[in-house]
């Protein structure tokens, strides 16, 4: 029998704090107690100002302890496209924003000393193709060249040294993307926040975004000297603009039975993380007792069959590693992702209120990231310049904040997927 419940609850479960009273005025309001918000309320407290953070849920149990925990500060667009497309200075200020985005989140773990299993024992990204592998050697070498960075090319004789798996064409490692235990790292950011003076007002939806000043929550209206809009994937109808502009993707994970560990050591030699070079390539991990696979991707079938969409999680598992051939399924989740139409993380203003999302299912890294830089924007501290500033998103055409076109997109990409492999 498959369990629902994300495999890091059982160590770190989100759990609701103790009620406290809304306060009618505060310097900053904070809608949303995910890594971002809570990020960013970390920063203004420590420079003194009164902060609530309302979550409409139990703290965290948002797309924050669910994730893959995989350190990818992934951008979705290549370097050179990134060049090409927003110009060499700023495509290539992006690229060199994730290192530091990476960095800042190692430190903070360090100085904070959160204990979250962050480890950094290698990524390496598969090709599925030869010609997969043709472009990915490319863009290694020019990462490598414009960044300083260590991007690996691994020929497919030699990636046996990182993924027990023959699937692959090659692929590249990276030594600088980690791993952590999502819901450990949350706790520990949890006690940050508080320790630091912040309250988390759980179960206390904001109802209405009013203006710069003024939100509405279901505990009583709110006045405040500034806004942040954090809500991510979970963006609701408080915030109608923001619905039309930012499209929730679900993303499904499952976590295996558990796996000898001569396998485990066999398949995963460097107990490293996984990802393909596709549009929906699959993304993988041991658990930090190298016990059992994580394995993720998009899943637009959750409403209708989520154990049918765990057990395809639990076949991918077999196309990469066939030596599982009946391996169970132990656990299986989803929550949501969020993407914007220029599938860049982003961070902007509307009518004085700011908004820090659409990290498109990468935001580990990012969203602590953009969290700190809407905390400087207040503050007035030049730490919030971003390579990532800028305009508030267009409305998507004919969408409502109902993501209807999605198993279309989601086929469309799967289509270009399998004709890329021909
Ligand atoms: C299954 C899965 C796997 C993932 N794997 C990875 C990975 O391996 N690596 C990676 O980098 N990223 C991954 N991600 C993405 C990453 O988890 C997110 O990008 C990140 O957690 C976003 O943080 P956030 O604080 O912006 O949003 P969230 O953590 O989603 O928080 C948003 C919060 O807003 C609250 N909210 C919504 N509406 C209201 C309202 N009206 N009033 C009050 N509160 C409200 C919600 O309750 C929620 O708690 C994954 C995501 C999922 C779902």
Known sequence: MMNSIPYWWRHAPPTPGKQQNVQSNCDVVIVGAGLTGLSAAIVLARAGKSVQVFDRGIAGAGASTQNGGILSGNLRMGLTASMAAYGPDRGLAMYKEAIDARRAFRDFVNAEGIKCDLQYNGRFTGAMTPRDFDGMKRAADEENEALGVDAQILERQD?????GSDLY???????????????????????VAIN???????????????????VETLRGNVTADRVIVAMNGYADNSDAW?????VPVTSRIIA??????????????????FGEARYLGRYYRPSPDGKRILLGG?????????AGAARRLADNVVAIFPELRGIGVDTHWAGQVAYTQDELPSIFERDG???????????????????????????????????????????????????????????YYGVRDWIAGR
């Open 353 to 411: 209120i700011i908004y820090a999302c659409g990290y498109c299912g990468s935001g580990t890294v990012w969203a602590p990231w953009f969290g700190r830089k809407a905390a400087y924007r207040i503050l007035g501290d030049e730490r919030a310049r971003s390579a990532f500033d800028c305009n508030p998103p267009k409305t998507i055409p004919l969408y409502n904040g109902r993501p209807w076109f999605l198993p279309f997109a989601i086929g």
């Open 159 to 163: 990636q046996n040294a990182m993924v």
């Open 298 to 306: 998009r899943d637009v079938l959750v409403g209708a069959n989520p």
């Open 196 to 214: 630091a003076g912040v309250t988390v007002h759980d179960n206390t939806a904001v109802l209405n975004v009013l203006d710069q000043n003024h």
């Open 169 to 191: 064409h090659g692929g590249i490692g990276r030594d600088d993307i980690g791993s952590m235990h999502p819901a450990k790292f949350y706790a520990g950011l949890l006690a």
């Open 256 to 273: 295996t039975d558990e796996i000898d560990t001569d396998v485990m050591a066999r398949l995963m030699p460097r107990m490293g993380t």
């Open 242 to 246: 923001l619905r039309k502009r930012v």
